[in-house]
């Protein structure tokens, strides 16, 4: 595609549910970030991808957090029993190259809202 | 541990004036430097980077950053404020060694008539 596109854009759940975010990167990028932008706070590195793999988790916050990517290509964030601190927006990222000095380009973010 | 900081939450300016936002880092690495800007309701979009090579990056939109080792800073500039330039912006490192991504806590700009 032509950007970086984030599913869906909006999500209100209850508390304890599980959800699932979704990023399709840009065709052919290999490297795929997940972050988190809570009101008041920067954003926080959740994982990176490079192709399928996670080299860095080291950014989850906790076990109820979990990623995957199939493909070299899509990518979900799952939350499970979710919490009101998960509340924020998920941002995903990916960049063409592996190298740390490539230029990412973000998606819309995912906006959770946990009630 | 690697961290960035970006120096006021908020920064004000009339619109033809200097545009000046901070930012200082940390990292036992040499850093890679971003400057990221966002819109309202829009996503990140990149403004400039440091790899490499010649200190003083220019980037879109009339922006420009100074990367200054013995300060450890990154801060952006911009001659003349122009009312579009009204947004978010962050600062970002990443250490050549890693993916780890630190983002600055950011700084909105407000650009006044």
């Given at each position: 595609?032509?950007?970086v596109?984030?599913?869906?854009?909006?999500k209100?759940?209850?508390?304890g549910?599980d959800?699932?975010?979704?990023?399709?990167?840009?065709?052919g990028?290999t490297?795929?970030y997940w972050?988190r932008q809570s009101l008041?706070?920067?954003l926080?590195?959740?994982?990176?991808?490079?192709g399928?793999?996670?080299p860095?988790?080291?950014g989850?916050?906790?076990?109820?957090?979990?990623?995957?990517r199939?493909?070299?290509s899509?990518s979900?964030?799952?939350?499970?029993?979710?919490?009101?601190?998960?509340?924020?927006?998920y941002?995903c990222?990916?960049?063409?190259?592996?190298?740390?000095s490539s230029?990412?380009?973000f998606?819309?973010?995912?906006?959770?809202?946990?009630? | 541990a690697?961290s960035?900081?970006?120096l006021?939450?908020?920064?004000?300016?009339?619109?033809?004036a200097?545009v000046?936002?901070r930012?200082?880092?940390s990292?036992s690495?040499?850093p890679?430097?971003f400057w990221?800007v966002?819109?309202?309701?829009?996503?990140l979009?990149?403004?400039l980077?440091?790899?490499?090579g010649?200190t003083?990056?220019?980037?879109?939109?009339?922006?420009?950053a100074?990367?200054k080792?013995?300060?450890t800073?990154?801060h952006?500039?911009?001659p003349?404020?122009h009312?579009?330039?009204?947004?978010e912006?962050?600062?970002?490192h990443?250490?050549?060694g890693?993916?780890k991504?630190i983002?600055g806590?950011?700084?909105?700009?407000?650009?006044?008539?």
């Amino acid at each position: 595609g032509a950007g970086v596109s984030q599913s869906p854009s909006n999500k209100v759940t209850e508390k304890g549910k599980d959800v699932e975010l979704r990023c399709d990167p840009i065709s052919g990028h290999t490297a795929l970030y997940w972050y988190r932008q809570s009101l008041g706070q920067g954003l926080e590195f959740l994982i990176y991808f490079q192709g399928n793999s996670a080299p860095d988790k080291s950014g989850l916050p906790s076990d109820r957090f979990s990623a995957e990517r199939t493909g070299g290509s899509v990518s979900t964030l799952t939350i499970q029993r979710t919490q009101q601190e998960d509340s924020a927006v998920y941002l995903c990222a990916s960049s063409a190259q592996t190298g740390a000095s490539s230029e990412a380009f973000f998606g819309q973010g995912t906006r959770l809202t946990v009630v | 541990a690697q961290s960035v900081t970006q120096l006021g939450s908020h920064v004000s300016v009339s619109e033809g004036a200097l545009v000046l936002l901070r930012c200082n880092y940390s990292s036992s690495v040499p850093p890679y430097l971003f400057w990221y800007v966002q819109y309202p309701n829009q996503g990140l979009q990149l403004l400039l980077k440091y790899t490499t090579g010649a200190t003083l990056v220019k980037g879109i939109n009339g922006f420009e950053a100074e990367f200054k080792k013995s300060e450890t800073s990154f801060h952006l500039t911009k001659p003349s404020a122009h009312m579009s330039d009204a947004a978010e912006y962050f600062c970002v490192h990443r250490g050549t060694g890693g993916f780890k991504t630190i983002f600055g806590a950011g700084t909105r700009l407000f650009v006044k008539a």
